[in-house]
């Protein structure tokens, strides 16, 4: 299906009729201009004189993290496109109602309940573990299903709630495979582990400490910044003291970049190596020189994974948006995706027959790859590789063997 020929589009309950072949392009790219405010109240007033299924998408519209949340509304924005295009799911159109969690733990919460309150069918969306966490509780209260696109936190599928469920990889999966990274690739004999306070931050790092002491790897320093902050190099120099080989950093890109400018001035000859949060072009776009061979383990980002699926995703994301997606999107179109399959398999569109379909869910064949939950709702085959700024691109590192082995990116 291509988005240029897409004739009638409710996208966030507006619409607007169309030529063949010249408007779908020039719509998308209108609603992602329009204000999100402006967009939901249009949606709710349409919600009440048309029949639509509202999905609510829980991101960081504000703040350091901003951009992020924006690729997540795109990237369920495209999905929703499609699915509309094509009838929709039961007859019915999809809609999306939009949130600002701000990655802030109270704001979260109140954006939780507004989606509730507005009577959301499901909600997918969500990026910092931090804000994701109240946002579950609340929605576990409610009875509403959650995917999440980007929340690795294991804490919010171990409540054995059953209402979340994720289409991305678990903290500690990545932190063991880190570990792993560090060890066999990189040659560390040392290594410094740095978070930034955060729920996810600090899991990925004891999970990635954990799993290098056991593999007798020397942690010469564990701990954490303050995020926000202009400046880290007393912090990088000490750490350089320490004489480590490698930096693991596990927090989000705003500091990573600080960090990333620090160690090229202060501490060049230390490895740095990095968690999913900062697989972000704003890593590359800020950090200049400095970002230059810096190393980032990852869910596969949308342009490196191999699926049909996604090679035609990136192709319409970068036919609506005019840039390349966002690191998550890809994993917010799945997380669209599954919901509107979990609607159509339950013949409902209530909360709870949602929640039980995705529970049911044997095989989705995804952007991502196949989909399917455990009991816990993690994704059963989730997949991470390594990724390298050369060139002032991400470009491919190693990836994992059906062993479980880092191997070199062909």
């Known amino acids: 299906m291509r988005i240029d020929s897409i004739r009638s589009i409710p996208l966030f309950g507006v619409r607007r009729r169309m030529g063949p072949g010249s408007g779908g392009i020039a719509l998308l790219a209108w609603a992602v201009g329009v204000g999100l405010a402006l ?8 919600a009440q004189a048309r029949d639509i299924i509202e999905i609510g998408v829980p991101v960081p519209l504000s703040g350091s993290c901003a951009q992020a949340g924006k690729d997540i509304v795109d990237g369920a924005m495209l999905a929703v496109v499609q699915i509309n295009s094509e009838g929709g799911v039961l007859g019915r159109q999809l809609a999306l109602v939009p949130k600002d969690d701000a990655c802030n733990a109270d704001i979260a919460a109140q954006a939780a309940s507004q989606l509730a309150s507005a009577g959301v069918a499901a909600v997918a969306g ?6 994701a966490l109240p946002e579950l509780r609340v929605l576990h209260d409610q009875g509403i299903p959650y995917v999440l696109d980007a929340s690795t936190f294991p804490q919010l599928t171990d409540h054995g709630w059953n209402n979340a469920f994720r289409t991305i990889g678990r903290t500690d999966s990545q932190g063991a495979l880190a ?4 060890k066999d690739v990189l040659h560390a004999r040392r290594a410094a582990v740095m978070n930034d306070g ?3 931050s600090q899991g990925l790092a004891k999970s990635a400490v954990d799993a290098l002491k056991k593999d007798g790897i020397d942690v010469v320093y564990d701990g954490a910044i303050t995020p926000g902050q202009q400046d880290y190099g007393d912090t990088v120099k000490s750490v350089g003291a320490l004489k480590p080989d490698v930096l693991y950093y596990t927090g989000y890109s705003a500091e990573a970049i600080v960090l990333a400018q620090n160690r090229h001035a202060l501490a060049p000859s230390i490895k740095y190596f990095m968690g999913n949060g900062t697989a972000d072009p704003a890593l590359i776009e800020k950090g200049g020189a400095a970002a230059e061979g810096m190393i980032v383990m990852t869910s596969p980002l949308p342009q490196f994974l191999e699926t049909a ?12 948006y005019r840039r390349a997606p966002g690191p998550y999107s890809v994993y917010e179109y799945d997380a669209i995706g599954v919901t509107a399959w979990a609607i159509k398999s339950a013949k409902s569109a209530k909360p709870e027959d949602i929640a039980a379909a995705l529970h049911r869910l044997k095989s989705y064949n995804g952007a991502t790859g196949e989909i399917a939950f455990d009991q816990k709702g993690d994704r059963a085959k989730a997949a991470f590789m390594a990724v390298t700024v050369r060139d002032g691109k991400f470009q491919p590192y190693a990836n994992l063997d059906a062993k479980g082995r880092w191997v070199a990116a062909k």
């Open 126 to 131: 969500g990026y910092c573990s931090s804000a």
């Open 309 to 320: 699926g996604a090679r035609r995703f990136v192709k319409a994301y970068e036919a609506a």
């Open 179 to 182: 570990a792993q990274f560090m």
């Open 39 to 46: 967009a939901l109240a249009q949606q709710l007033a349409e």
């Open 198 to 200: 955060s729920a996810y």
